[in-house]
């Protein structure tokens, strides 16, 4: 969450507390009113026992579940089509090229719905609203097909598919290997806390934790907060070397 406020300024809060919470609220209280394990009992209603266990359990899975999102949210914001074909493109470049396309498709294609609608606003014919949506879609699906063809076109006429060389502004420097290697060896703690069961919960019949290691929260805190100090890193030598002109 740190790291998306950090991409996207106040726009990440309105995706904080409407989005995320609401899911997280409503995965918790789904999971207590379906499962009913547990011995700390909250309330009761209908006959039956809703605990603070089955609520804790909820909450942890609406946790895990955002998390995958968020950091996917981020990933989509940083990782774009250039990034993306830079390093996979000579190892799976035409699995690269069909992946970049497909996540350049998607704004595309809310770019052309928005112009559609925005075009339709301006045409008052008096038809209904299903009608208009109908309309709107069928224009849609008219120009992403049209799109599809001039992009066929110009991959073709540029030669696609008869050999090519991948070029990439990137290069792979020490600094970007350091990073690599902290990242991994962090990622190996946090996988041997988890075989040893020093990371694991029990909800069942009581919560509690079998061992508590304060290495292992600081080694996964490390680990998640890496792509925030990167990114705050960069900023603090760039205002050094500014300072420096």
């Keep these: 969450m740190l790291y998306k406020v950090r991409l996207e300024g106040k726009n990440a809060f309105s995706y904080i507390f409407k ?9 918790a209280v789904f999971n207590m009113i379906f499962t009913h394990y547990g011995t700390t009992v909250l309330f009761t209603a209908f006959d039956m026992s809703f605990t603070l266990e089955g609520l804790f359990y909820g909450f942890c ?4 579940f955002l998390s995958v999102i ?3 949210s981020c990933c989509s914001s940083v990782l774009t089509s250039e990034r993306f074909l830079s390093v996979f493109g000579r190892l799976a470049p035409n699995c690269a090229l069909v992946f970049s396309m497909v996540l350049s498709f998607i704004p595309r294609l809310k770019k ?6 925005d075009a339709g606003m301006l045409i008052n014919d008096g038809s209904s609203k299903m009608k208009k949506s109908i ?3 069928s224009a849609l699906l008219t ?3 049209e799109e599809s063809i001039q992009v066929s076109d110009s991959m073709k006429a540029r030669g696609f598919g008869k050999g090519r060389t991948a070029y990439s502004k990137y290069r792979f420097s020490f600094k970007d290997g350091f990073c690599v290697a902290v990242i991994i060896l962090l990622f190996a703690g946090v996988c041997a806390l988890k075989i040893t069961g020093r990371a694991d919960f029990i909800f069942e019949p009581v919560i509690c934790m079998k061992e508590f290691s304060p290495l292992g929260f600081i080694i996964f805190t490390a680990l998640s907060l890496m792509p925030l100090a990167i990114d705050l890193w960069e900023d603090m030598r760039w205002l050094y070397l500014k300072q420096k002109i």
């Design 112 to 117: 052309n719905a928005v112009e559609i609608n």
């Design 135 to 137: 309309s709107n879609f």
């Design 19 to 27: 989005f995320l919470l609401t899911v997280l609220l409503f995965t």
């Design 70 to 72: 968020t950091w996917l």
């Design 143 to 145: 120009m992403t097909l």
């Design 61 to 64: 899975q609406g946790m895990m």
